[in-house]
Nanobody
Framework: QVQLVESGGGSVEAGGSLRLSCVVS????????MAWFRQSPGKAREGVAA????????FYSDSANGRFTISRDSAKNAVYLEMNNVKPDDAGMYYC??????????????????????WGQGTQVTVSS
């Protein structure tokens, strides 16, 4: 059974940095896409960043572009989200997602929830101003 376990969430001051981690366990196929989504209170879950197999293709939302960096360590089966210059709007529950065993990822639709079939439980990020 494939599982995603997030960690690294917490409280951070506006302008500060935070690093989220997501570890994949039980996956037999290492060719998969992974992404981070955020859900703030009263809002829909939205894509923040995605990284495709090999780690060369990376995608970001407009709000994350230039401030966040997604990366992966294939040896550790882990994906990270480095969050810099954090803003109050970045607060929310961050979910790690993976597309495993469903073929190639859609470059133009990386931010769609339906692209991913495995989800973690989430890690909370709180931003104080």
């Amino acid at each position: 059974q494939v599982q995603l376990v997030e960690s690294g969430g917490g409280s951070v001051e506006a302008g500060g940095s935070l690093r989220l981690s997501c570890v994949v366990s039980g996956a037999w196929d290492t060719s998969y896409c992974m992404a981070w989504f955020r859900q703030s209170p009263g809002k829909a879950r939205e894509g923040v960043a995605a990284i495709f197999t090999g780690g060369y293709d990376k995608f970001y939302s407009d709000s994350a572009n230039g401030r966040f960096t997604i990366s992966r360590d294939s040896a550790k089966n882990a994906v990270y989200l480095e969050m810099n210059n954090v803003k109050p709007d970045d607060a929310g529950m961050y979910y790690c997602a993976a597309r495993i065993g469903r073929g190639m990822c859609d470059r133009g639709g990386w931010y769609g929830l339906h692209e991913y079939n495995i989800w973690g439980q989430g890690t909370q990020v709180t931003v104080s101003s």
